[in-house]
């Protein structure tokens, strides 16, 4: 326990000591991890609201709530014999409700509220050429049993283009910045060890083994690295809630299946705090190089 003591102790003053390089360590782990994590959680929106689309479905066709059995067969006879229609894929009221399930897993009250019957019937389409999705919508959507069409023409497309430019972009950014925040983190492991180079010295010589002395050092590391990453965590989620806000406007169009969960913004929240862990304590090993044998 008093060596615990010990070390806890020598890394709150070494802490202390280099105040101000501490703080723009940890600023500069907490703005790189989120500019990483955000990216991050922008992709998992994008791929939920996605996925349907990277299968060759050009369009979905969406009954109206209540329609008789009658009305979804005639659409469902319509599909069979046009020409234009390479394939689809029927999804009953039961199938749309697993999904919503699935989708808002993280709202639970808003899951029990809502029945299978409350949900409508689709059709996922996939036309024999893309060019004749925009006349397959017009077709099917002025039908009277028929509630609306979402197309992914040419949006999905740029939108996939351009998300994967902002993830590159992003990503050289955070990795720039993450490359900075370790370099701050190396020098603060530094300059603490030489203000403290006499005490490791004497430490040295009465015995004390290089692992003894490392551990004040990586913990300071750690420390930086974690706190910034914990930053960044509650940035994310702030983000994952902005998201969701602004999805929820969307309902029943080309955005409506686009989706964040819960899931997603604790799973990448953990690889941030491990990142920005990692970062510190090799930070700490790198900057403790040059005053202690390996």
Do not use: C
């Not at 360590?25 to 998992?44: E, K």
């Not at 689309?53 to 009305?71: D, N, P, S």
């Not at 099917?140 to 590159?168: E, F, G, N």
């Amino acid at each position: 326990m008093s060596r615990l003591a010990y070390f806890v102790r020598e890394t709150l003053i070494s802490l202390r000591r280099n105040l101000l390089m501490t703080i723009a360590g940890i600023i500069t782990v907490a703005i790189s991890l989120f500019l990483f994590g955000g990216i991050l959680l922008v992709s998992a929106t994008v791929d939920h609201g996605t996925q349907q689309w990277k299968h060759g479905i050009e369009l979905e066709i969406f009954m109206k709530v209540g329609a008789t059995h009658t009305e979804v067969q005639t659409i469902e006879n319509a599909l069979k014999t046009d020409p234009q229609v390479k394939s689809y894929k029927y999804l009953s009221q039961l199938d749309a409700y697993n999904i919503f399930k699935k989708d808002f897993s993280d709202q639970p009250a808003l899951v029990e509220s809502t029945k299978p019957s409350d949900l409508p019937e689709s059709f996922r389409v996939a036309p024999t050429k893309a060019e004749l999705t925009q006349p397959l919508a017009d077709a099917y959507q002025h039908r009277p049993s028929v509630d609306t069409v979402i197309t992914a023409a040419k949006q999905i497309k740029s939108l996939l283009t351009a998300t994967r430019w902002i993830r590159l972009v992003f990503i050289s950014m955070a990795t720039v910045l993450l490359a900075s925040s370790l370099f701050l983190i190396v020098n603060t492991i530094r300059l603490a060890t030489f203000a403290r180079r006499r005490e490791i010295e004497v430490m040295k010589l009465v015995g004390a083994s290089n692992w003894f002395v490392r551990v004040p050092f990586m913990a300071e590391g750690l420390v930086q690295g974690a706190i910034g990453a914990g930053f960044a965590f509650g940035l994310v989620w702030i983000l994952k809630i902005v998201i969701t806000n602004l999805l929820g406007h969307h309902s029943q169009n080309l955005f409506s299946t686009f989706r964040v969960t819960s899931s997603d913004a604790l799973g990448i929240g953990l690889i941030v705090l491990v990142i920005g862990a990692l970062i510190g304590v090799v930070g700490s090993i790198v900057g403790l190089r040059r005053f202690l044998e390996a």
